[in-house]
């Protein structure tokens, strides 16, 4: 559920660290002008009337959205496009082909979503005063370049367009939502209340009936698994789920129903969005800790719920076609 954004967040991460070059750069912040004259200037600059000068409004820069009124640029998010449209390009995609112009479409979409998810993310990280201080962001540059090369960096750095500036503003960016995800990661127990239950799923709520009559006049659970389960990946095990915590089955509807069972109850018929599905609870286990994978799982999610939670609640507005 969650795989998507944890690819768009490390991609995210992995782009800002290898922007983060010319750490050890210097920054040269040129002097302000030297008067010519010690002629004292007006407060109140002449009008266009007075000077004969035309007015000119200057034109605002473009924008490929506006999130909570903050704004994305149209030459941030082309240049994140060109980068990830490199990388591609260097993968072997052809973009002369239909193919390749579908895959660049998505790519620009992909790209638009990232943006939009990272400053919702930083815009939260602010309301709830998580920061990454100068320090950190100049040690993780530090890192880098000890890790890659200043002249490499220095050169990616070029290419992308970017000034030290925007590089280090981006690498402040990305720390700054791995802390707020990590926050959310961290509320996630690593222990909890396990079942093992087993499920037949059948296409047609007749079937179903039919499979649950022969359950309830006693024959083997497992041995009808195998013989009718639309799921393949349960059926040749008699429709084992293995031991789960709550939040791993696909279906809310079957977990909900399997978590008010006891070892040895068979659920009714549970119609979901797969089909009709009938459980059996084998075991419980009130404390048990949470498999890696399962574990992950429920990360992913937890992750993906608070972002969708922070678009639902954000004014998002978008430019680009």
Request: charged share 20%; aromatic share 4%; net charge negative.
């Amino acid at each position: 559920m969650f795989r998507r954004m944890g690819l768009m967040l490390s991609c995210a991460l992995a782009v800002s660290a290898l922007l983060a070059g010319c750490g050890s750069a210097t920054l040269t912040v040129p002097p302000p002008p030297t008067r010519a004259t010690e002629t004292p200037v007006s407060a109140t600059p002449p009008s266009a009337t007075e000077t004969g000068t035309p007015e000119f409004t200057p034109t605002p820069e473009p924008l490929a959205a506006l999130v909570n009124g903050e704004p994305i640029t149209m030459a941030e998010f082309e240049r994140q496009v060109a980068s990830y449209e490199a990388t591609m390009s260097a993968e072997g995609q052809d973009f002369s082909s239909t193919a390749g112009q579908e895959a660049l479409a998505e790519a620009r979409s992909w790209v638009l979503d990232m943006r939009i998810e990272l400053l919702l993310i930083n815009q939260a990280a602010a309301r709830e005063g998580v920061t990454v201080s100068d320090e950190e962001v100049e040690a993780a540059i530090t890192g880098l370049v000890n890790d890659i090369g200043q002249a490499a960096l220095e050169e990616r750095l070029a290419r992308e367009g970017l000034t030290l500036e925007q590089m280090r503003q981006e690498l402040r960016r990305e720390m700054v939502a791995s802390r707020m995800v990590e926050r959310v990661i961290a509320a996630i127990p690593t222990h909890a209340e396990h079942i093992n239950a087993r499920h037949i799923l059948l296409s047609t709520q007749e079937e179903a009936e039919r499979v649950l009559a022969q359950l309830q006049a006693g024959s083997d659970f497992a041995a009808l698994a195998q013989r009718y389960s639309q799921d393949t990946y349960t059926r040749d095990r008699g429709g084992d789920l293995g031991y789960v915590p709550r939040g791993i089955l696909t279906s809310p509807e079957v977990e909900e129903a399997a978590f008010a069972l006891q070892p040895g109850q068979i659920s009714g018929v549970i119609h979901s969005a797969l089909g009709y599905h009938i459980v059996q609870v084998v075991d419980r286990v009130p404390d048990q800790e949470i498999s890696a994978e399962n574990l992950r799982l429920l990360r992913d999610r937890a992750v993906r719920e608070w972002l969708d939670g922070l678009r639902q609640q954000a004014d998002i507005q978008i430019f680009v076609p």
